[in-house]
C-alpha cells in the first residue's frame, strides 16, 4: 500500500511541475514536428544524392556479373522516382499536421462530434461515444488528403515502374475494406481503453497493457484466418518438388508446419516476399507470394525459408511482441503523467476549471474560459484527446523508439541469415524424389489448361522480368491470374535446381545470396544507401550487407568441398 501511495504521489508531483499555463504547448509541439521532420529530410537528402548517376554510374563490381547496366538503371530511376515522392508526401503531411495544431482541429473535430451525438436521440451518450466519433471525425481529416498520394504512389509511380497491378476499381475495393476493418475494431478498441482507463484510475498503465497484450495475440489469430482473405487469394501449394523441400526443411528443424499456400500478391504488386504466421504455440502457415515462386528457384527458395525459419529458430516473433509490448507500457506510462494536465488540453482548445479536483475516473470540471479560445467543452477531460495530444509532444521519443526496434529486428535479420548459412542442407531421398517427380507430372498433366494461359511457358521462361512493361497494362486481372498460374505450375515442375543440384550439395549460404540478389533485381531495388539513412529507417540490412556477412559462410562451404 506504502509504495502504491509513493508512485500516486510521484505522479501528482510531477503532473503539477508539467501542469503549467506558462508553457507553450502549441509552439513546443510545432517545434517538436519540426524537429523531427528537418531531421529527417535531412536524411532523405543524404539518400537521394545516392541516385546520381554521376555519383554511381554502375553497380557494385560484386554485383555486376548479376546486374546488367540497364537494370541498375532502372533500379536507380525506381529509388529516385520514390525518393521525390518520400520528398513531396512528407511536406503534405507535415504541413497537414502543423495546421491541425495551429488551427485547434482537435478541439473542432470534438466539439462538431459530440453535437451530432447530441443531436440524434438513438445515438449512444457518453464518453465512449463522444471518443469515438471524435476518432472517426479525425481519421477522416488525416485520411482524405492522403488518397490523392496513395492513388499517385500506385497509378502513376509504381505503375511507370512495371510493378503496379492494382486496377481502380482494386483500389477503391481495398480503401473501403481498410476503412470498414478499422471501424470494426478500432471503435470497441477505443471504448475499451478509454473504459479501463476511467474504471482502473492511476493503476490504468497495468490493466491497459494487458488488455493490449490480449488484443494482439488475438490480431495474430484473425489476421491469416478472417482479414487477409478479404484482400487476397490463398491456393494450397500443390504437391512437388517445391513442397517437398519445404517440407523437408520443416521436418529436420522440427518446426511445426500447419500448411502451405500461394497468396497472389500479384493482383497488386510485382513486388515478392514469403513469411510464416502462428502464435508461439501452434501450428505455423507458411505463405509464398506467387511472384517469388515465378521469379526465383526452388532451392533459393528453400533457402529464403531456412532464413525465415530462422526467425522461429530464435523466437523472433515472441520478442518483438515483449518490444512492442514494452512501447506500450513506456507510452502508457509516460502517458500517465499528462493525463490530467489541464495545461496542454487548454492550449489545444480545451478550457478547464483549474480548480476542480478532477483525476481520471472522477474528472468532472467546470469549464471555465480563462481569456485563451474556449473551442470545446466538455465535463471531463477526453483521454482519448489528452491520448493524442500526448503523443505529439512525445514525437521525437516515438521516433527514436522506432530507431531503437529498427536496429533490434536489423540484428534479428543478420542472426536469421547466419542461422541459414549455417544449416546444413536436408538431403533427399531418391524415393522421395520418384514420389515428387510422380506427382508432379500427374499435376502438370492436370494443370495443362492453367498453363496454357501463359502462352505455354513454363519455369524461368515464364518469369516476368522487374520493369518489363512490354505487358499490357489495361488488363492486370489476367496478368495477376497469369502470374498465379505460372507460379503453381512452376512450383510442380522440376526447375533448374533440381537438374543441376540434385543432391543438395549447394550451400544456404550461397543460394540466400543468390535469392537476394534475384529478388533485389526483380523488385529493382536500391543497391546504394546512406548509412545514416538505412540505419535510421530500415529494419533490414541492405543487400551489400547481407552479402558481406554471408560471404565469410560461402568460402567456408567451398573450401570445405
Not at 537476394?516 to 531495388?525: G, K, P, Q
Request: glycine share 4%; aromatic share 10%.
Amino acid at each position: 500500500m506504502a509504495a502504491g501511495a509513493s508512485f500516486v504521489d510521484a505522479i501528482g508531483r510531477i503532473s503539477s511541475i508539467l501542469d503549467r499555463d506558462d508553457i507553450p504547448w502549441k509552439p513546443l509541439v510545432q517545434a517538436l514536428l519540426l524537429s523531427v521532420y528537418a531531421f529527417e529530410t535531412g536524411l532523405q537528402l543524404r539518400q537521394h544524392a545516392h541516385y546520381n548517376p554521376k555519383r554511381h554510374p554502375s553497380p557494385p563490381s560484386v554485383l555486376q556479373p548479376y546486374i546488367t547496366q540497364e537494370t541498375f538503371a532502372k533500379s536507380q530511376a525506381y529509388g529516385r522516382a520514390k525518393s521525390q515522392f518520400a520528398f513531396v508526401s512528407g511536406f503534405i503531411a507535415q504541413v497537414i499536421t502543423a495546421l491541425v495544431v495551429h488551427f485547434d482541429v482537435y478541439a473542432h473535430v470534438w466539439t462538431y462530434s459530440t453535437s451530432v451525438l447530441n443531436s440524434v436521440d438513438f445515438l449512444p451518450k457518453g464518453e465512449i461515444a463522444a471518443s469515438i466519433a471524435w476518432t472517426i471525425g479525425m481519421f477522416v481529416v488525416r485520411e482524405i488528403p492522403s488518397l490523392p498520394l496513395a492513388w499517385y504512389q500506385h497509378f502513376r509511380l509504381e505503375e511507370a515502374h512495371g510493378f503496379n497491378k492494382m486496377t481502380l476499381g482494386t483500389f477503391i475495393s481495398d480503401t473501403l475494406k481498410q476503412w470498414a476493418i478499422g471501424l470494426v475494431i478500432g471503435c470497441p478498441l477505443i471504448g475499451a481503453v478509454v473504459w479501463i482507463i476511467r474504471w482502473a484510475g492511476v493503476n490504468f498503465v497495468a490493466y491497459v497493457c494487458g488488455f493490449l497484450l490480449v488484443f494482439q495475440i488475438l490480431a495474430q489469430i484473425l489476421y491469416p484466418t478472417v482479414i487477409q482473405p478479404l484482400f487476397n487469394k490463398l491456393t494450397p501449394l500443390p504437391d512437388g518438388p517445391l513442397k517437398l523441400r519445404i517440407e523437408k526443411l520443416a521436418s529436420v528443424l522440427k518446426f511445426p508446419l500447419k500448411s502451405l499456400h500461394v497468396i497472389d500478391g500479384s493482383k497488386r504488386s510485382s513486388h515478392s516476399n514469403a513469411y510464416f504466421s502462428g502464435l508461439p504455440f501452434s501450428k505455423k502457415f507458411i505463405v509464398l507470394f506467387d511472384s517469388l515462386v515465378c521469379q526465383a528457384r526452388h532451392d533459393e527458395i528453400e533457402a529464403v525459408l531456412a532464413h525465415e525459419l530462422g526467425h522461429w529458430a530464435h523466437r523472433d516473433p515472441t520478442k518483438l511482441l515483449v518490444l512492442a509490448q514494452g512501447t506500450v507500457l513506456f507510452n502508457f506510462s509516460l502517458f500517465s503523467f499528462f493525463i490530467q494536465n489541464r495545461s496542454i488540453y487548454s492550449a489545444f482548445g480545451f478550457q478547464v476549471d483549474p480548480t476542480s479536483s478532477s483525476f481520471i475516473n472522477k474528472a468532472a470540471s467546470v469549464l471555465l474560459n480563462n481569456g485563451a479560445k474556449n473551442i470545446a467543452s466538455a465535463p471531463y477531460l477526453p483521454v482519448i484527446v489528452g491520448l493524442e495530444l500526448f503523443q505529439l509532444v512525445l514525437g521525437p521519443a516515438d521516433a527514436l523508439v522506432k530507431f531503437i526496434m529498427n536496429s533490434s529486428i536489423r540484428r534479428m535479420e543478420f542472426a536469421a541469415d547466419r542461422f541459414a548459412a549455417e544449416l546444413e542442407r536436408p538431403k533427399l531421398s531418391k524415393e522421395e524424389l520418384e514420389a515428387s517427380a510422380k506427382a508432379a507430372a500427374s499435376l502438370s498433366a492436370a494443370s495443362a489448361p492453367a498453363s496454357s494461359k501463359v502462352e505455354g511457358r513454363s519455369g524461368e521462361d515464364a518469369v516476368t522480368k522487374a520493369g518489363d512493361n512490354s505487358a499490357a497494362k489495361d488488363d492486370k486481372k489476367e496478368t495477376s491470374e497469369s502470374v498465379s498460374a505460372r507460379a503453381l505450375v512452376k512450383a510442380i515442375e522440376l526447375d533448374d535446381s533440381e537438374k543441376e543440384d540434385p543432391d543438395c550439395k549447394t550451400p544456404y549460404a550461397k543460394l540466400l545470396g543468390q535469392a537476394l540478389i534475384r529478388l533485389h533485381v526483380e523488385n529493382l531495388s536500391t543497391i546504394y544507401y546512406d548509412s545514416l539513412y538505412s540505419a535510421w529507417n530500415h529494419s533490414h540490412p541492405t543487400l551489400m550487407e547481407r552479402l558481406n556477412a554471408l560471404q565469410p559462410f560461402v568460402l567456408k562451404a567451398e573450401k570445405a568441398q
